[in-house]
């Protein structure tokens, strides 16, 4: 017995420093890992000829029946990622526009310059 105490506390030491390196590995490849962006996701793909609720909802990032003030609300965040005077697509600030008229009800045709 007096010669199996030192084998099983040397195994049990190898056991710890294998599973420490693979901790400190693990560890290394969370902090290394590329980073995703937890910002808001918005509308991706292209646009309709005519604009319609769905489409308006998806790019302002809000359901189709919301109340005017969370769409006025998504429609200022959504203009200031995009802003034309902060280097943001005139096209884009267009569709963004056309959206929340879309969506209050202000549309009268397509209403889009382009």
């Known amino acids: ?34 980073a995703v962006p937890r910002l808001r996701k918005f509308y991706e793909g292209g646009f309709q000829p005519t604009m319609t609720r769905r489409e308006a909802a998806l790019i302002l990032g809000v359901r189709e029946s919301v109340a005017q003030e969370k769409i006025k609300e998504a429609h200022r965040k959504v203009m200031v990622a995009n802003h034309p005077d902060a280097g943001g697509s005139d096209y884009l600030a267009t569709k963004i526009n056309e959206a929340k008229d879309v969506l209050l009800g202000q549309r009268r045709g397509s209403g889009s310059a382009f």
């Open 1 to 34: 017995m007096s010669q199996a105490t030192p084998f099983i506390a040397g195994v049990a030491i190898a056991a710890a420093a294998i599973a420490g390196k693979y901790g400190v590995e693990a560890w290394h490849a969370f902090r290394t890992r590329p």
